[in-house]
């Protein structure tokens, strides 16, 4: 599996945005690039994911380098509610493949 | 969204007993569901790949007469930590795909806290 590297840990304060990197520099052609999230004793939540372009949905922005060895997760405004683990995954667009979850990075996020 | 529920949330049982934890697909079907193990202040591990009316597939290291998966339905996968011991104390949490549907999202359960005492 391909791997992807993530800060441990970042820390925003309410409000401004936040960007969360990713390297990917090993990806494949067929790799897509997946976020979800884990707040304290929930299981993931879903972020965004996306190919080669840029994507946008109602939780965040997706910012992919031309290249794809690297990827951006933007949250516009932070909020407290956003303070948890962040996980970059790359996933084969497959029926019946799982994810891999990495370290991922904390985020804080204070008022 | 999809909705992904897992029974029961939280569970003690003693050494030596089996534990059964459920994971269903609220409003969808899910051909294919996945286990994950998470102990404290480390990432989900992958345990298994469960389809629907087969055999799971374990991920080297894990053991399947100890993790008994069941995914009888395509609503409905079961975990059983059979003769459980307090190593297996952990935060188990699946993970469904929609049946035929290429978004690509997987959705997760709330995880099962399993206290072997």
């Known amino acids: 599996d391909a791997k992807t590297t993530q800060p441990n840990s970042m820390e925003s304060n309410e409000e401004e945005p936040v960007h969360l990197p990713c390297n990917h520099s090993?990806?494949?052609?067929?790799?897509?690039i997946h976020w979800y999230r884990q707040l304290p004793s929930q299981g993931p939540e879903y972020v965004i994911h996306?190919?080669?372009s840029n994507v946008n949905n109602r939780m965040a922005s997706l910012a992919i380098a031309e290249d794809r060895k690297s990827s951006t997760l933007i949250l516009h405004r932070a909020t407290l509610r956003d303070a948890a683990v962040y996980y970059c995954?790359?996933?084969?667009?497959?029926?019946?493949?799982?994810?891999?979850f990495g370290k991922g990075t904390t985020l804080s996020v204070s008022s | 969204g999809a909705v992904v529920s897992q029974h029961p949330s939280r569970v003690i049982c003693k050494s030596g007993t089996s534990v059964k934890i459920e994971c269903r697909s609220l409003?969808?079907?899910?051909?294919?569901m996945f286990w994950y193990r998470q102990f404290p202040k480390q990432s989900l591990m992958l345990m298994a790949t469960?389809?629907?009316?087969?055999?799971?597939?374990?991920e080297q290291g894990v053991e399947k007469d100890k993790f008994l998966i069941n995914h009888a339905s395509l609503t409905l996968s079961t975990l059983t930590v059979t003769s459980a011991h307090p190593e297996d104390s952990s935060f188990y949490i699946c993970?469904?795909?929609?049946?035929?549907?290429?978004?690509?999202?997987?959705?997760f359960g709330e995880g099962s806290r399993l206290t072997v005492l």
């Open positions: 409003d969808f079907q899910a051909t294919t």
């Open positions: 995954i790359l996933r084969l667009n497959q029926a019946g493949t799982a994810l891999i």
């Open positions: 090993t990806i494949s052609g067929t790799d897509y």
């Open positions: 996306g190919l080669t």
């Open positions: 993970s469904a795909e929609e049946t035929g549907k290429k978004t690509g999202e997987l959705f």
């Open positions: 469960s389809n629907e009316g087969s055999k799971a597939t374990y």
